[in-house]
T-cell receptor, first 115, second 115 residues
Framework: DTAVSQTPKYLVTQMGNDKSIKCEQN?????MYWYKQDSKKFLKIMFS???????INETVPNRFSPKSPDKAHLNLHINSLELGDSAVYFC??????????????FGPGTRLTVL | DQQVKQNSPSLSVQEGRISILNCDYT??????FLWYKKYPAEGPTFLIS?????DKNEDGRFTVFLNKSAKHLSLHIVPSQPGDSAVYFC??????????????FGSGTRLSIRP
């Protein structure tokens, strides 16, 4: 009965490959997010979708393309992987209440290693 | 440009004593502050929050204090228990995003509770 799940948990791949990370939430939330935790341990938001609509799009290379088939899923596809993409990627979800007080619930993270 | 700063990367406290984790922010538009706790190989989990209209919020052993004039908040854990050993992230958000809450995270403080 995991609330926010991500697959895979670990991903090791070669530079230049294309890979996807999947995220699903069963909390009935209408907003989902992708965060990147870099080597300095900062959690930085990348994207946010509300009811399948892109709401937040931080300065992220075009090689990153989120896709939300429905409001319970937000997948992250990465093209032409680079060494600097190595990080832990966290998915999160929240129920939007039109304020800034929405608590976000995080998945367990996907550790991506690009060789 | 680190809008949320946690200047202590680590903290060691004896079991039973008080743990105090500090956080500073630079953006005066932030109106909601959160603390997340993270265990290894897991995603961050929400711990406690405070609105900018308050200066204190208490939940069991956890109390968050907000000093708006100093742009400083702190998390007090008393008494500290072994299960409190984790990384604690301070985070802040501002109203203005109509359908998603953009949370800015600090870099985290690793709290170790020693017997």
């Amino acid at each position: 009965d995991t609330a926010v799940s991500q697959t895979p948990k670990y991903l090791v791949t070669q530079m230049g490959n294309d890979k996807s990370i999947k995220c699903e939430q069963n909390l009935g939330h209408d907003t989902m997010y992708w965060y990147k935790q870099d080597s300095k341990k900062f959690l930085k938001i990348m994207f946010s979708y509300n009811n399948k609509e892109l709401i937040i799009n931080e300065t992220v290379p075009n090689r990153f393309s989120p896709k939300s088939p429905d409001k319970a899923h937000l997948n992250l596809h990465i093209n032409s992987l680079e060494l600097g993409d190595s990080a832990v990627y966290f998915c999160a979800s929240s129920q939007t209440t039109m304020t800034s007080t929405d608590t976000q619930y995080f998945g367990p993270g996907t550790r991506l290693t690009v060789l | 440009d680190q809008q949320v700063k946690q200047n202590s990367p680590s903290l060691s406290v004896q079991e039973g004593r008080i743990s105090i984790l500090n956080c500073d922010y630079t953006n005066s538009m932030f109106d909601y502050f959160l603390w997340y706790k993270k265990y290894p190989a897991e995603g961050p989990t929400f711990l406690i929050s405070i609105s900018s209209i308050k200066d204190k919020n208490e939940d069991g052993r956890f109390t968050v204090f907000l000093n708006k004039s100093a742009k400083h908040l702190s998390l007090h854990i008393v008494p500290s228990q072994p299960g409190d050993s984790a990384v604690y992230f301070c985070a802040a958000s501002a109203a203005g995003y109509s359908s998603a809450s953009k949370i800015i995270f600090g870099s985290g403080t690793r709290l170790s509770i020693r017997p």
